[in-house]
């Protein structure tokens, strides 16, 4: 009987991940907020990776289920000008690198809450619409964005 109990207590540890090290159950990532596209959305067409300067965006495309890179990852985004207006010379996409990277430059969004909008897509993942919202004028901002692995796909 006790042995029988001891199976129970460790699948039971195992299937929860409750046996692990905390540096282990830490390798899970909390998912980017989906955040609305807003009124001034409209497809992104133009690949490039700079459509300004003055402001250097970077971080890495992760998947919620491991912490691990998401390369390949299509990354839009769009934003008000130094004006406060939106202009398609400021709306992209480029695709995220082998380590899940992205960078590009641009100009300060001069709206009344500065704000970028993004929308991500890759293989095996759901679709992300967030934002990045700032509060003050900077030159470099790092925002990582973390997807939910699509229902019925798992990480290889």
């Known amino acids: 009987m006790k042995s029988e ?4 207590v460790i699948g039971a540890l195992v299937i929860s991940g409750a046996w692990l090290p905390d540096t282990a159950q830490a390798q899970r990532c909390q998912a980017t907020p989906r955040m609305t596209p807003g ?3 409209k497809p992104v ?5 700079n459509v300004g300067q003055g402001l ?3 971080g890495r495309i992760l998947s919620a289920l491991d912490c691990q890179p998401v390369p ?4 839009a985004h769009w934003q008000a000008n130094s004006n406060g207006v939106y202009v398609d010379a400021l709306r992209a996409w480029m695709l995220s690198d082998v380590k899940g990277g992205y960078r590009f430059n641009t100009e300060w969004p001069a709206a009344a809450i500065p704000h970028i909008h993004f929308i991500v897509s890759a293989d095996g993942f759901e679709t992300l619409s967030t934002q990045w919202v700032g509060d003050g004028t900077v030159e470099e901002i790092t925002f990582n964005i973390v997807l939910r692995p699509a229902p019925g796909h798992a990480r290889q």
């Open 5 to 8: 109990l001891f199976t129970v």
């Open 45 to 49: 067409e133009t690949q490039r990776t």
């Open 56 to 58: 250097l965006i970077k």
């Open 72 to 75: 390949g990852a299509r990354i």
């Open 39 to 41: 009124t001034h959305y």
